[in-house]
């Protein structure tokens, strides 16, 4: 069965630097997806970026990348320019690409901004 | 699109007593699903669908029932409520294809006393 493990409970960072929160996971597969999900104070859940397995090349969206390390099966993401909207619960999380549609998160990452 | 309503917001039950948690989205999406999110143990699936009358279960479905009658709706029944159900729930709907994000409702906070 897959697992998702996001080591780092809760993180802080400066406005206006870098933090890069970590997310590794386990699978015997070779095709999947995986996502980072954003949940601000509101409980919103908010999808941040996205990764297909077969692509070499890590997504982006804006100020936020991921590093994609599949043969470590590494997935982090990278916020630049941190802004006080950034903070959240940060949820990595899984999906084959055959048979179910189920997605297997984290246990998050608590994120805090600091002014 | 109003996207993924749940409702209510909040709910305070008594151990034993029976509720269901509605789930409605209006885009069409083939798969729902039912998550429990608890602190430090993030989102765990209860149940999940991936069409009308069609439904399976998912990591802890235990003392809760769903059906999917329709495309649209797919709600949650705590059959007798147990203070380990105590959780913040969300629906989520997602068009079938494992690349599709899931679209996340607002969730519920159901505590039981």
């Known amino acids: 069965a897959q697992t998702v493990t996001q080591s780092q409970p809760e993180m802080s960072v400066q406005e206006a630097e870098t933090v890069t929160l970590s997310c590794t996971y386990d699978?015997?597969?070779?095709?999947?997806?995986l996502f980072w999900y954003k949940q601000p104070p509101s409980r919103q859940m908010i999808l941040v970026i996205r990764q297909e397995a077969y692509k070499q090349q890590n997504a982006t969206e804006n100020r936020f990348s991921v590093n994609f390390q599949k043969a470590a099966k590494s997935f982090s993401l990278k916020i630049s320019d941190s802004q006080l909207g950034d903070a959240a619960m940060y949820f990595c999380a899984y999906r084959s690409r055959i048979g179910t549609y189920k997605y297997i998160f984290g246990t998050g990452t608590r994120l805090k901004v600091l002014a | 699109n109003a996207g993924v309503t749940q409702t209510p917001k909040f709910q305070v039950l008594k151990t034993g007593q029976s509720m269901t948690l509605q789930c409605a989205q209006d885009m069409n999406h083939e798969y729902m699903s039912w998550y429990r999110q608890d602190p430090g143990m993030g989102l765990r699936l209860i149940h999940y669908?991936?069409?009308?009358?069609?439904?399976d279960q998912g990591e802890v479905p235990n003392g809760y029932n769903v059906s999917r009658s329709t495309t649209e709706d797919f709600p949650l029944r705590l059959l007798s409520a147990a203070p380990s159900q105590t959780s913040v729930y969300f629906c989520?709907?997602?068009?079938?294809?494992?690349?599709?994000?899931?679209?996340f409702g607002p969730g519920t906070r159901l505590t039981v006393l």
């Open positions: 989520a709907s997602s068009y079938s294809g494992q690349a599709n994000e899931q679209f």
């Open positions: 669908s991936v069409g009308a009358g069609i439904t």
């Open positions: 699978t015997s597969e070779s095709d999947y997806y």
